[in-house]
């Protein structure tokens, strides 16, 4: 998918090394240099030579964001900073530009739309913004914050659209260079495109032979059918536990970035991102949003071929309520064959209860559920209906724990999500 043609080449290119080499100056001090941390257990699973962790949940606000917004709001003139600055986020972007703002003395403005969690609603107020909550959905939030700033004469700080916020973004690329050279492939998530396009910019200037490759959940993969198609497409709609993500499309800007500076794209599902969050959890002891664990998910499929790579997965934030991150971390646990619900029929309740802990205690496993189900039509009337949850080293071992179960006199296993 790189062009790298002639008729295209990085002098013509929206935003160069040099821009971001000026950001990382311009920002030096605002944000932190992020740690990299390299993984034996992902290498032997990818089948890479060694892969390095870029960890930008580290990053203050825990994301990535504050690099593009800081570097687009320094530049503002006097004027410009004295009438206020104004975006639409639900997410990360809405917490960079507060920051920023505050760091920068300058008023901020998010709008949101209405379904956004009250959590992160009181987030960004805590970083010193004003919150407007206006629209169902994102876009009307975004067209309002568009018409107000015509209104207003605020400066409209775009999540990603925007050269200033790329070469922001780009930073870390600089960092991976100094933190993991000699990198062959760099695996970076793809919403709306500013973070790969500022990234790939600097990786490309300085290695062209390094591969670039963009990760997108299936439910909102927009990116490899426009630069195949080489001209932009827009999704009818998303749907993806990815949130960060969920973009329709990329914009003018970084899909120009995009055509010369990114060599593939891969999907991978919301279950493999869940899989994924799990494991940074588990073994780099890092939480993940579903947006930054895409491409760990896409380093440990089958749709790459990592073989003898030095590989560079950038997990991007790790804003994620914690609900939610045990949601997906259980979902995980299922993508991986490690987790496994069952219903059961007892006899002799409450005792046959403490038949069933017991056996699973000695058979090495994790209760994690252990409820009185609902009784429906077809459950024996002379019988309890009881759901349980078992976390365990893989698929046998759960497998084992329901045959000892099964065997256990006055329990029966009604059905169980083991494959």
Do not use: C
């Not at 090394?17 to 100056?25: F, G, I, S, T, Y």
């Not at 739309?113 to 992160?120: F, L, S, V």
């Not at 070469?167 to 695996?187: M, S």
């Amino acid at each position: 998918m790189n062009g790298g043609g002639e008729e295209s080449g990085a002098d013509e290119m929206p935003v160069t090394l040099a821009d971001v080499e000026a950001a990382r100056e311009r920002i030096a001090d605002v944000v932190h240099r992020t740690p990299l941390d390299t993984s034996r257990t992902f290498a032997e699973m990818s089948g890479a030579a060694s892969v390095g962790l870029k960890l930008e949940p580290l990053q203050r606000t825990g994301s990535f964001k504050i690099r593009g917004a800081y570097n687009r709001m320094a530049q503002l003139s006097a004027a410009e900073r004295e009438a206020g600055v104004i975006t639409a986020s639900a997410g990360n972007h809405a917490q960079g530009v507060a920051l920023a703002g505050d760091l920068l003395g300058i008023e901020t403005t998010i709008v949101v739309p209405n379904i956004t969690p009250a959590a992160k609603i009181e987030a960004t107020r805590g970083y010193g913004a004003a919150v407007v909550v206006e629209g169902e959905i994102y876009e009307r939030s975004y067209e309002y914050a568009l018409e107000r700033a015509a209104e207003t004469g605020e400066t409209f700080v775009h999540p990603f659209d925007d050269e200033a916020v790329v070469a922001g973004q780009g930073t870390i690329g600089l960092e991976l260079r100094e933190q993991f050279p000699g990198t062959d492939t760099v695996l970076v998530s793809i919403g709306g495109g500013g973070l790969i396009g500022g990234i790939g910019t600097v990786l490309k200037a300085i290695d062209p032979e390094t591969r670039v490759i963009g990760v997108q959940p299936e439910g909102a993969a927009h990116a490899k059918p426009s630069l195949e198609a080489d001209e932009i497409r827009q999704l009818e709609t998303v749907d993806t536990v990815a949130e960060g993500i969920a973009d329709a499309r990329m914009l003018e800007t970084t899909f120009e970035i995009a055509r010369e500076v990114v060599d593939d794209v891969v999907s991978v599902s919301d279950r493999r991102i869940a899989a994924a969050v799990t494991l940074l959890a588990e073994r780099a002891k890092t939480v993940a949003e579903a947006a930054g664990a895409a491409p760990l998910a896409a380093a440990l499929s089958d749709d790459l071929d990592l073989e003898g790579d030095r590989v560079a997965v950038v997990v991007s934030g790790g804003n994620v309520d914690l609900t939610d991150h045990a949601e997906l971390t259980r979902t995980g646990l299922h993508e991986l064959g490690r987790y496994a619900e069952a219903r059961l029929a007892l006899a002799g309740w409450p005792t046959a209860v403490g038949t069933v802990v017991e056996t699973v205690e000695s058979e090495g496993a994790e209760l994690d559920v252990l409820e009185r189900a609902r009784r429906t039509a077809v459950d024996d009337p002379n019988r309890t209906p009881v759901t349980i949850g078992l976390a365990g080293s893989g698929p046998a071992h759960l497998a084992g724990v329901f045959e000892e179960l099964a065997a256990l006199e006055g329990v029966s296993v009604v059905e169980r999500s083991l494959e």
